[in-house]
């Protein structure tokens, strides 16, 4: 049976922290609790011994089996406290890979392991097993040791079929990465606390700063492992996160190991972080509306808004150091401030004025990271049954009235910079409107002084006109002058022609008389003017 049992299990142990060499690094460097959770006879128990051979000598697992007999019932066997402080006990001692193993079907089991692993900074880690009988109560009836009956393992898996949601995902740094990162971080509050740059606006700081001098350090409380979110979960209540847990990106890469790049590190007067870098690896399971749930009326690059808290300020949310490097971005984009620079051995040191520093590392810094969860114990949380999951919702309601105050806020910016983009708008078109007018009012201007200088041109033609007329009706009387002129000559010719004839008559008369006087004259008659005359010649 055992053999034909491992057999069957033989494909089951693919994950992360057992088959990939760079997941196992990482989780040889942090401090991991891993909670196995199914059925009686599901695979759990070789799961955890699996986990423990991987790990030797940094391991220790804890098991109910033999101890607890799993039942579906609402209260905890009093034994499970002797196992509890067993785990706590190892977390103290900093063993690197706690395990639990038994079924863990009990939202208020789970809830104390989750409590003992914020307790002592572990990454607690939900891991079921890939068994193909996992949920066949038929064969588990064969495999578990505690000869539950079908049906008593049924109802057991009814309450195993819920999902459990964390806080929130991202990426985990590795008890030796957050080591350095804090290193990075207080190096900069310390050369900042030297400074006379920063100490010329200590002021930005309130009531913290002293006349000389400022604890930046005291100033910036670091809570928690330090982590990098992905997506904010509300444990499966906020908007999209069981869409999110669903994604193929977020299911493969869950438990695996991530090399984040640290680009920069920065504080304001509210928080204290660093500024991160994605891969396109990392891009797969970063929410493409994480930036725009921040910044409503503006586009930013996917992954704009990726960070790691280093610490805030008395009374102020994590959630806010995000907000804060979103508002470097914004400046950065716009491009047009005097910020001062100050050169340190770290890197280039910019002030953006307000209190808000950011340090541009010369190189960036690797650190090593784990994509998992976040599954702290929700305020109310001792309670159990009815009352706790009225917790739970008080709980998520206040949060959704905090995000939809904050949305109200982001709507009521957004929408006093669309007042202002239509009052730019009307402004452009008035200015435009006026352009026009001119423009219609210089067009009439020019068709004015071209109908004007058309008139005159037509009277210039015109008088034109009348000038070539004159001068035609000039020429018609000149030409009739000369005609009457050369009538008169004409007629005078016509006198003179007629006087040359009359004369010409009277020559030819003259010379025919004399002609008839010398004929008289040879035959002596006297002349027929003789005979007239009486006149006698002696």
């Known amino acids: 049976m055992q053999e034909q049992a491992l057999e069957r299990a033989e494909g089951s142990l693919a994950f992360p922290f057992l088959d990939d060499e ?18 009686p006879g599901s695979g759990k128990s070789t799961l955890a011994s699996t986990i423990a051979g991987k790990y030797e000598g940094i391991c220790n697992v804890i098991s109910a089996d033999h101890k607890i007999r799993p039942e579906a019932c609402p209260a905890l066997p009093e034994k499970y406290k002797e196992l509890d402080e067993e785990a706590g006990r ?34 607690a880690h939900l891991v079921e097993p890939k068994t193909p009988w996992k949920n066949d109560c038929a064969v588990l009836e064969e495999k578990t040791q505690w000869e539950l009956t079908q049906s008593e393992l049924e109802d057991l898996r009814g309450s195993l079929e819920e999902a459990v949601y964390p806080l929130f995902y991202g990426w985990f740094l590795t008890h030796k990465s957050q080591s350095h990162t804090k290193e990075m971080g207080k190096k900069l509050l310390e050369t900042l606390g030297e400074l006379d740059e920063f100490k010329e606006h200590w ?26 979110t992905t997506k904010f979960s509300d444990y499966g209540k906020a908007t999209g996160a069981q869409e999110y847990a669903e994604l193929e990106a977020v299911k493969e ?27 396109d690896k990392q891009l797969e399971v970063w929410p493409a509306d994480s930036e725009k749930e921040a910044t409503l009326s503006e586009e930013l690059p996917r992954g704009s808004r990726a960070h790691i808290t280093l610490g805030c300020a008395k009374d102020v949310e994590a959630v806010q150091t995000g907000l804060d490097l979103l508002e470097f971005i914004r400046m950065e984009k716009e491009g ?39 599954y702290p114990k929700e305020e109310g949380g001792e309670e159990a049954g009815v009352e706790k999951e009225g917790d739970e919702r008080a709980v998520g309601e206040e949060r959704e009235e905090k995000t939809v ?16 983009a239509v009052e730019e708008e009307r402004e452009e078109k008035t200015v435009e409107k006026e352009g ?35 001068g035609v009706e000039k020429a018609v009387e000149k030409e009739g002058d000369e005609k009457a002129v050369e009538k008169e000559g004409d007629e005078k010719a016509v006198e003179e022609k007629e006087g040359d004839e009359r004369a010409l008559e009277g020559v030819e008369k003259a010379v025919e008389e004399k002609g008839e006087e010398k004929e008289n004259q040879q035959e002596g008659k006297p002349a027929e003017g003789k005979k007239k005359g009486k006149c006698t010649i002696m």
Request: proline share 1%.
């Open 203 to 228: 002021g930005d700081f309130g009531g913290a700063a002293s006349e000389t001098r400022i604890n930046l350090e005291e100033y910036f409380d670091g809570k928690g492992i330090l982590h990098c």
């Open 336 to 374: 047009d401030q005097d910020w001062a620079v100050k050169d340190t051995d770290q890197g280039k040191l910019r002030y953006f004025g307000k209190g808000m520093w950011m340090l541009e590392l010369s190189e960036e810094v690797t650190v090593k990271t784990i994509f998992g969860g976040f």
């Open 90 to 123: 190892f977390c103290e001692e900093g063993v690197a890979v706690v395990v639990i193993d038994d079924t863990n079907h009990q939202w208020e089991r789970l809830e104390k392991l989750f409590d003992i692993a914020s307790e002592y900074q572990y990454l």
């Open 22 to 39: 760079a997941s196992i690094d990482a989780y040889r460097e942090s401090r991991t609790l891993f909670i196995m959770r199914g059925l």
């Open 405 to 420: 105050e904050k949305e109200g806020d982001e709507r009521a910016v957004e929408k006093e910079g669309d007042e202002r």
């Open 436 to 470: 026009d007018e001119r423009a219609v009012e210089k067009e009439g201007h020019e068709k004015a002084v071209e109908e004007k200088e058309g008139d005159e041109k037509a009277v210039e033609e015109k008088e034109g006109d009348e000038r070539a007329l004159e």
């Open 253 to 279: 890469f869950f438990g695996s190991a991530f090399h984040l790049r640290i680009s920069g590190l920065f504080i304001t007067p509210r928080t204290a972080g660093a500024r991160v870098r994605l891969s």
